[in-house]
């Protein structure tokens, strides 16, 4: 079965960058959405088809997929940004299931 | 506004049946397939299957294609998951999530519900 393989975790400081990877096997062939996490709160879809903002998420989160790695970037991060990111996409083997990243915890510094 | 209302949390015994409902409402329910999703405590999120809303068709991961089962009540816009012969491990918060198409494949997740938590002890 495919494998995306993310950080543990990502430690920024307030007003600066952070980039959040997700590897896979040719995932640039493949399509990839973003999700974020609070404590105790159900996921919410940051970025859709490896590069698309739903609206109400704001310019500050952008995606990226090429070759063997996808990038979540949120610039100008704040408090309100730490969360658990999870990357995900379809298998487009013969099961066709869904997989998930292990996900990533952004701490702010 | 776009809503999936989730039932409440249970625990269940070892060896028994869950069944967990997921109500849309605010959008044309036929429209979009649903996908249900859990994560076991402190753990990631694991997909485990999909419904096209629309016709009945369905993926499935191994773990319900083993032991369980999504169905479709349109009369109420509800999609129901049952997982049986619970283990220990199956111990998680089971979330719905709309798909952006009536077809989830290659699709993302665009709204979810609350989520369920599951309790699975002797």
Known sequence: SYVLTQPPSVSVAPGQTATITCGGHNIGTNIVHWYQQKPGQ??????????????????????????????????????????????????????????????????VL | ???????????????????????????????????????????G??????????????NSAQILRDRGTMTIDTSTSTVYLELGNL??????????ARCSSTSCYLNSFDRWGQGTRVTVAS
């Open chain 1, 42 to 107: 159900a996921p919410v879809l940051v970025i859709y088809h490896d590069t698309d903002r739903p609206s109400g998420i704001p310019e500050r989160f952008s995606g990226a997929n090429s070759g063997n790695t996808a990038t979540l970037t949120i610039s100008g991060v704040g408090v309100a940004d730490e969360a658990d990111y999870y990357c995900q996409v379809w298998d487009t083997s013969i099961e066709s299931w869904g997989v998930f990243g292990g996900g990533t915890q952004l701490i």
């Open chain 2, 45 to 58: 999120l694991q997909w485990m299957g999909w419904i096209n809303t629309q016709n009945g068709d369905k």
């Open chain 2, 87 to 96: 283990r220990s491990d199956d111990t998680a918060v089971y979330f719905c």
């Open chain 2, 1 to 43: 506004q776009v809503k999936l209302v989730q039932s409440g949390d249970e625990v269940k015994r070892p060896g028994a049946s869950v069944r967990v409902s997921c109500q849309a409402s605010g959008y044309t329910f036929n429209n979009f397939g649903i996908t249900w999703v859990r994560q076991a405590p402190g753990q």
